[in-house]
């Protein structure tokens, strides 16, 4: 059964995702042995057609995706004033959550879009973020960068700190990206959910 259609049953509202699956590709995950930037091999095409989670409802699922929710979805469920002004991951190419033990905003960004953030609602929100002290670490295109001013944010805005760092022959690092990106062989692997 799919996901809308066990909520359905449950009498739980269609998930608010609306086919993101940032969350279930952009990250490691050690539950699941996944590398970041590599699609869970859970990923599954739901009663509506949108991809989501095989696993929903089944115990099989990690604590950790059960528990998880980026910043968009917890204020849409909990009808946060901020529900209105985080845009969807979808359309800002790009989720972010607070993490609470290094009190900082950590964001991850798709990097088949990864300019299109800043020209979307999150720029303020970040920015505000920033003026109030809290760190932001970015997660962008196999490189980690941690951001502690204001100035060193507007910075990011201004400029393609990852083409930059390219352009220079720097590293990356993050090793799974290189290796997740690359074109994949057409052959559905065997143990993969996604039918
Ligand atoms: S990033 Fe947010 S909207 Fe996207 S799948 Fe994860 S929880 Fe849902
Ligand atoms: S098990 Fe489900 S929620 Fe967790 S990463 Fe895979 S598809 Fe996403």
Same mark, same amino acid.
């Given at each position: 059964?799919?996901?809308?259609?066990?909520?359905?049953?449950?009498? *739980?509202?269609?998930?608010? &995702?609306?086919? &993101?699956?940032?969350? &279930?590709?952009?990250?490691?995950?050690?539950?699941?042995?996944?590398?970041?930037?590599?699609?869970?091999?859970?990923?599954?095409?739901?009663?509506?057609?949108?991809?989501?989670?095989?696993?929903?409802?089944?115990? !099989?699922?990690?604590?950790? &995706?059960?528990?998880? !929710?980026?910043?968009?979805?917890?204020?849409?469920?909990?009808?946060?004033?901020?529900?209105?002004?985080?845009?969807?991951?979808?359309?800002?190419?790009?989720?972010?959550?607070?993490?609470?033990?290094?009190?900082?905003? *950590?964001?991850? *960004?798709?990097?088949?879009?990864?300019?299109?953030?800043?020209?979307?609602?999150? *720029? !303020?929100?970040?920015?505000?973020?920033?003026?109030?002290?809290?760190?932001?670490?970015?997660?962008?295109?196999?490189? =980690?960068?941690?951001?502690?001013?204001?100035?060193?944010?507007? !910075?990011?805005?201004? =400029?393609?700190?990852?083409?930059?760092?390219?352009?220079?022959?720097?590293? =990356?690092?993050?090793?799974?990206?290189?290796?997740?990106?690359?074109?994949?062989?057409?052959?559905?692997?065997?143990?993969?959910?996604?039918?």
């Amino acid at each position: 059964m799919g996901e809308a259609k066990r909520k359905a049953k449950l009498g *739980v509202a269609a998930s608010p &995702c609306r086919g &993101c699956t940032y969350c &279930c590709t952009l990250p490691e995950i050690l539950a699941l042995d996944k590398p970041m930037y590599r699609p869970c091999g859970y990923i599954a095409a739901q009663a509506s057609g949108a991809p989501g989670c095989g696993l929903f409802g089944a115990p !099989e699922r990690p604590g950790t &995706c059960r528990a998880y !929710e980026c910043a968009y979805l917890t204020a849409q469920r909990t009808s946060h004033p901020d529900r209105r002004r985080i845009p969807h991951p979808l359309d800002a190419g790009a989720y972010f959550h607070k993490d609470p033990l290094e009190n900082a905003l *950590v964001v991850f *960004v798709d990097p088949d879009r990864p300019l299109a953030w800043k020209s979307s609602a999150l *720029v !303020e929100i970040f920015r505000s973020a920033s003026v109030a002290g809290m760190p932001l670490v970015i997660f962008d295109r196999g490189r =980690r960068m941690t951001i502690r001013t204001p100035r060193h944010y507007e !910075e990011i805005l201004r =400029r393609d700190m990852v083409a930059f760092a390219d352009a220079q022959g720097m590293p =990356r690092e993050i090793a799974s990206f290189e290796a997740e990106r690359a074109p994949q062989p057409s052959a559905t692997s065997s143990g993969s959910a996604i039918p």
